[in-house]
């Protein structure tokens, strides 16, 4: 069975930490992809990349940064924790080949910043 | 901002199929609709997609007018586990996913 796993369902912060949000697919995807879930805005595009090293801003960058060392691995990191940050992320994974862009999520992790 | 419409809310009774409705009015030639579902606390679970004709698969059908403006997802049976948040979407293989609100789906016993 595909899948998308996170780090963490659960994150308790305070304001000002960094905060590193990891999440590892064992599909062989070349896509991977940060979202962020709040009540009334839907899931909103943080970053995403297209292969190892490579990353693109999504809709909502700002305050966030990514790495992607290994093709399996990509990780979302909040430099400064800020109460604003504080959502349900949503990490997810593509393969290139697809016609259609049929993303697999993960059981996202639910981030309070105090 | 989403590209797609659909009713913020429906309820279904348990055994009865549910139809879902989706308008994409500005919908191109290349572009799929296709369906997601988020269970409270889940992420999102892909369903079904389509370009131009009527699909079924294993967890529904979906149904494309003529002119490709406007769709139908149908569960045939709904069960309480339907019970979700169902995302329609467009866009082309390459686009970026874009959730608009959804359609929050209620199966009452």
């Known amino acids: 069975d595909v899948k998308v796993t996170q780090s963490s369902r659960y994150l308790v912060k305070r304001t000002g930490e960094k905060v590193f949000l990891e999440c590892v697919q064992d599909?062989?995807?070349?896509?991977m992809f940060w979202y962020r879930q709040d009540p009334g805005l839907g899931l909103r595009l943080i970053y995403f990349s297209y292969d190892v090293k490579m990353k693109e801003k999504g809709d909502i960058p700002e305050g966030y940064s990514v790495s992607r060392e290994k093709k399996e691995r990509f990780s979302l990191i909040l430099e400064s924790a800020s109460t604003n940050q504080t959502s349900m992320y949503l990490c997810?994974?593509?393969?290139?080949?697809?016609?259609?862009?049929?993303?697999?999520f993960g059981p996202g992790t639910r981030l309070t910043v105090l | 901002d989403a590209k797609t419409t659909q009713p913020p809310s429906m309820d279904c009774a348990e055994g009865r199929a549910a139809n879902l409705p989706c308008n994409h009015s500005t919908i191109s030639g290349n572009e799929y609709v296709y369906w997601y579902r988020q269970i409270h606390s889940q992420g999102p679970q892909y369903i079904i997609h389509g370009l131009k004709n009527n699909e079924t698969n294993e967890m529904a059908s979906l149904i494309i007018t003529e002119d490709r403006k406007s769709s139908t997802l149908i569960l045939p049976h709904a069960t309480l586990r339907d019970t979700a948040v169902y995302y329609c979407i467009e866009g082309t293989s390459y686009d970026k996913v874009i959730f608009g609100p959804g359609t929050s789906l209620s199966v009452i016993p």
């Open positions: 599909m062989d995807h070349e896509n």
């Open positions: 997810a994974s593509s393969p290139i080949d697809r016609v259609y862009n049929e993303q697999f």
